[in-house]
């Protein structure tokens, strides 16, 4: 989006209405902040992060083998990993 296509506020209108602004940028809108017309900032979202939604979700979902710690199976790993041991 191009500037002339976004919302403008003066400084003094953006400090006055800055929690509507942030409010519009969280649900995706670009702000720009002008100086005496013109264009000096822009306020955009920030990528949201992942959450997750609770430990243990693969519970019952996985197949772990009884062995899988066991010196044989760590000896061919290593050796997937870094050739013959």
């Avoid at 919302?7 to 519009?24: G, M, V, Y």
């Avoid at 430990?55 to 044989?72: C, F, H, M, Q, T």
């Amino acid at each position: 989006m191009d500037a002339e296509h976004l919302d403008q506020f003066n400084i003094h209108e953006a400090k006055t209405n800055l929690s509507r602004i942030i409010d519009r940028v969280e649900h995706g809108e670009e702000i720009i902040i002008s100086r005496a017309g013109t264009p000096v900032a822009k306020v955009i979202p920030l990528p949201r992060k992942t959450r997750r939604s609770s430990y243990g979700i693969l519970k019952g979902r996985i197949a772990v083998a009884g062995n899988w710690d066991s010196p044989e199976v760590n000896e061919a790993i290593a050796d997937d990993f870094y050739g013959t041991t």
